[in-house]
């Protein structure tokens, strides 16, 4: 199976640090695997079991995506993201 186009990136932060003004969270593109996912939760600073957040949702041309619900799963929103990248043009 070819590697699915990235068609998302979203930002996670971790929940206690999110009012943080030095503290910005990673960047994370959409679909991924469990390696991208755990690298961006390290570079979150995210732990087993941490809560986190996505605060920020964008497509692959950098628009805001707006129908994406507050506090979204990434589970959810990485589903979503491949089944985007598999449709054709």
């Given at each position: 199976m070819?590697?699915l186009?990235?068609?998302?990136?979203?930002?996670?932060?971790?929940?206690?640090?999110?009012?943080?003004?030095?503290?910005?969270?990673?960047?994370?593109r959409?679909?991924?695997?469990?390696?991208?996912?755990?690298?961006?939760?390290?570079?979150?600073?995210?732990?087993?079991?941490?809560?986190?957040?996505?605060?920020?949702?964008?497509?692959?041309?950098?628009?805001?995506?707006?129908?994406?619900?507050?506090?979204p799963?990434?589970?959810?929103?990485?589903?979503?993201?491949?089944?985007l990248?598999?449709?054709?043009?």
């Open positions: 070819s590697a186009q990235k068609v998302m990136t979203v930002t996670l932060m971790r929940a206690d640090l999110y009012d943080s003004p030095t503290y910005t969270g990673a960047y994370l959409l679909p991924a695997n469990q390696n991208e996912i755990q690298d961006a939760m390290e570079r979150a600073r995210i732990t087993a079991n941490q809560p986190f957040k996505i605060v920020e949702c964008y497509n692959n041309q950098g628009e805001y995506l707006e129908f994406i619900p507050e506090n799963q990434l589970d959810e929103l990485n589903f979503l993201a491949s089944r990248a598999e449709m054709e043009d």
